[in-house]
């Protein structure tokens, strides 16, 4: 339907019309590849060619790349300029500085990063994500035993997505259950690459699945990167109080790190919940983006703004009909929060 939209000019009509002009699309992405990680995860990262497609359709169509804080101020003062786009990048990922901010820098695009600090400050390959890579990586190495690493003396094949999800659950609980430290999980994701075959130690020295450090983060937010919440440990805890600890605890850092202001929140995985709403309002967030795909405009929650992730998995067609704003129009899912 949108390429055939594409053929019949309407995607132009939608992108170059009033209706468009009065909303702001949010686009959010993860990590771009430093090697092979988008084929492991092509929901989590993207490789460097399709982003670099991304971005010259975003030049080509001629959209108008704002600083996010400066969209939302201009969207509320109706005096947005017409296709105007934001990008976002979540997680703060250690490829940001090597591959896209020369991208973004070459065309003078701004962006928001969304950092989760801990990582930043514990600078180890993100625990989970890197058992999840480890496993792929050993896929065709047959099967596993996870006796040695969870207590629990089962085998599982590597040769399925599904069972290497299993294992990584299992090495999760046991580390949870043990009340383990992150460089106890560390260990063990060293111990489980030596039993499938994998180089833990190259793969460390590539910074592969790390987020930025502290020096690099700022490093970069001298360079004009915007720096905003993520929360600290990548949570979004449903007590109160927890919540304002992870708010606190990320905003403390941030704002230590790149002497800006942070106000303005992604919500870790787009999970929400609305009866949180007034606890993000009372430790001042001003904005807080989810996953849910939409345009935002000036009767959009603003702790609520819809955004489009952009993956791997996501056609040109589909990416170029959500920056001109007609695949908004069209029904589709809508939501990633929980009650």
Request: hydrophobic letters at 40%; a positive charge; proline letters at 5%.
């Amino acid at each position: 339907m949108l390429n055939a939209a594409h053929r019949a000019g309407v995607l132009d009509a939608v992108r170059d019309s009033r209706w468009r002009q009065e909303r702001l699309l949010i686009l959010g992405y993860h990590g771009i590849s430093l090697e092979d990680e988008h084929e492991w995860n092509p929901a989590l990262y993207m490789s460097p060619s399709t982003f670099e497609a991304r971005l010259a359709a975003l030049d080509r169509g001629g959209y108008t790349i704002l600083p996010l804080a400066e969209a939302l101020a201009a969207l509320d003062a109706s005096r947005l300029p017409p296709r105007s786009v934001a990008l976002t990048f979540d997680d703060g990922y250690f490829d940001f500085g090597v591959k896209v901010f020369p991208a973004l820098k070459a065309r003078a695009f701004p962006a928001t990063v969304y950092l989760t600090t801990y990582y930043c400050e514990y600078n180890r390959p993100v625990f989970p994500l890197v058992c999840s890579y480890i496993l792929w990586k050993a896929r065709h190495n047959g099967s596993l035993n996870i006796g040695p690493l969870t207590g629990e003396d089962r085998s599982y094949s590597l040769s399925t997505a599904a069972a290497r999800d299993s294992i990584v659950r299992a090495i999760a609980n046991a580390t949870e259950r043990d009340h383990l430290s992150a460089s106890d999980n560390d260990a063990i994701a060293e111990r489980l690459a030596e039993r499938v075959g994998i180089d833990y130690a190259a793969l460390r020295a590539k910074r592969l699945l790390n987020l930025m450090n502290v020096e690099e983060v700022a490093k970069l937010a001298g360079q004009g990167v915007d720096f905003q919440l993520h929360t600290h440990r990548h949570r979004n805890p449903s007590d109160p109080e927890l919540l304002r600890r992870e708010i606190r605890d990320n905003r403390v850092r941030i704002e230590r790190l790149t002497n800006q202001r942070a106000l303005h929140l992604c919500y870790p995985s787009g999970l929400y919940d609305r009866r949180l709403l007034p606890c993000l309002a009372s430790e001042q967030v001003e904005s807080a983006t989810t996953c849910d795909p939409g345009l935002v405009s000036v009767r959009s929650s603003r702790l609520l703004l819809p955004r489009f992730v952009d993956t791997q998995l996501v056609t040109m067609a589909k990416f170029e009909g959500w920056v001109s704003g007609a695949a908004a129009l069209l029904p589709g899912r809508r939501t990633y929060g929980r009650a």
